[in-house]
């Protein structure tokens, strides 16, 4: 159960501490106070956990200084959609919105490998005119004498490079919770204005305690990756782990799943998911074809299935799109078969955009045919 506060109730005040009182007072049920920072106000949400079932909405509405009641009806306690709410599925970070309803692209490096390539996928990212970026410092890597990343040693001048070429927002991985502290010395150390959204990986999913941690930090938003052997039902669980400890700005990456059937892709691209993760839950959606697809082949008709796997993500309406590139792919340490080459990053952009007007359409169309009451294609419910 969740109660929806009234935008005049702070914590302090004396409606607040009122409503602690009584929710203190109630035998087997434990409570935390949720704020999201939205451009215009506080959002103020408690949420109730434990035996909640005996609870009685007409009871709890009529609690001090509640404005609504929502009964949490499924799983995703936080982060999922319930009936009755139309809570916001936006957060801003760093001068930018992250919602179901924008797109944003990271292009950048998978593995941060020297200054020099940092500064040239800056450079093109900046003519551009791109203001967020991948740079991979902590790699997870199959074998351990493969290329580990070159860890905080990196970050300076990476934090550095990216201010000097506008760069507001960088996806980072972070495999150990010692990693946050690793990157907010080197932000301070050179006055970093550029923010990094944390990012987990496909074999850190389920890494509870790490997820804790990255969920304990409010500073940053996390970039959750599909594990990729389970459920995306176990996947949305990992992101209310994120939330249940105070963070929920999350956008949820799909990447492909593990399978043979697959192949030749590195992974099964699972991008249909698209749609359903905004419907399920209210965070924004991410898609890395880099990692699904895993390798540079192009089709027949001159684009490389990195390109169209994009298109499909986007098109069934991504939020944002996660993406390799390097100056000289083949030189790359870490997954040099799937890098795009940066001389290609602006045309990759025009094909992504194209992707984002056909999807803005069908949005439209969609839009027009419930006005008519016209169930769309006859698929919709
Ligand atoms: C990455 O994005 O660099 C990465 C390692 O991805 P994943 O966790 O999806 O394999
Ligand atoms: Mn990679």
Same mark, same amino acid.
């Given at each position: ?13 004396? %409606? ?7 929710? =203190? ?11 999201? $920072?939205? $451009?215009? @106000? %506080?959002?103020?949400?408690?949420? /109730? ?18 404005? !609504? &009641?929502? @009964? ?10 319930? @009936? ?16 179901? +309803?924008?797109?944003? &692209? ?6 941060? =490998? ?18 967020? $970026? ?23 001048? &990476?934090?550095?490079?990216? =201010? ?33 959204? /944390? ?5 850190? *999913?389920?890494?509870?305690?790490? /997820? ?9 938003? &996390? ?9 995306? +039902? ?31 892709? !590195? ?10 993760? @905004? ?21 027949? =008709? ?7 796997? *994009? ?11 996660? %993406? ?10 870490? +997954? ?14 025009? +094909? ?22 016209? *169930? ?6």
């Amino acid at each position: 159960m969740i109660l929806l506060l009234r935008d005049d109730v702070q914590p302090g005040e004396a %409606v607040y501490i009122a409503l602690c009182t009584q929710l =203190d007072r109630l035998p087997g049920i434990r409570w935390r106070l949720h704020e999201e $920072t939205g $451009t215009e @106000k %506080v959002l103020r949400e408690i949420y /109730l956990i434990g035996s909640t079932a005996g609870l009685e909405t007409a009871d709890m509405s009529m609690l001090p200084g509640v404005e !609504r &009641v929502i @009964k949490v009806s499924q799983e995703y306690r936080i982060l999922g959609r319930h @009936k009755g709410s139309e809570r916001s599925s936006r957060f801003e970070y760093n001068g930018l919105e992250f919602s179901q +309803d924008n797109l944003h &692209v990271f292009a950048g490096l998978c593995a941060v =490998d020297n200054e020099d390539n940092v500064a040239a996928t800056m450079a093109a990212l900046k003519a551009c005119g791109q203001i967020t $970026t991948r740079m991979g410092a902590y790699k997870p890597r199959t074998s351990p004498y493969a290329f580990q990343g070159h860890g905080a040693a990196c970050l300076p001048y &990476v934090f550095c490079l990216a =201010d000097e070429y506008g760069i507001a927002v960088i996806a980072m991985e972070v495999t150990h919770e010692r990693h946050i502290d690793e990157i907010e010395q080197a932000r301070r150390q050179v006055q970093a204005r550029c923010g990094v959204m /944390l990012q987990i990986g496909t074999r850190n *999913t389920q890494n509870f305690e790490l /997820l804790k941690a990255v969920g304990r930090q409010k500073r940053h938003p &996390v970039l959750l990756k599909r594990g990729f052997g389970i459920t995306l +039902d176990e996947t949305l669980n990992a992101a209310e782990y994120l939330a249940s400890e105070g963070n929920t700005r999350i956008v949820l990456c799909l990447r492909g799943v593990k399978s043979n059937m697959g192949e030749p892709h !590195r992974n099964l691209v699972d991008f249909a998911h698209v749609p359903t993760v @905004k419907r399920l839950t209210r965070m924004p959606v991410c898609i890395d074809p880099s990692h699904s697809v895993g390798i540079r082949a192009a089709a027949p =008709d001159g684009l490389t299935e990195i390109h169209h796997a *994009t298109a499909q993500g986007v098109i069934a309406g991504a939020n944002m799109v996660l %993406v390799d590139f390097h100056p000289r792919p083949a030189e790359a340490l870490v +997954d040099s078969a799937q890098a795009l080459p940066l001389d290609q990053l602006g045309l990759f952009l025009e +094909d992504v955009a194209i992707a984002r007007r056909a999807y803005e359409a069908r949005c439209a169309l969609a839009q027009r045919a419930a006005a008519q009451e016209v *169930t769309l294609l006859g698929l919709a419910q």
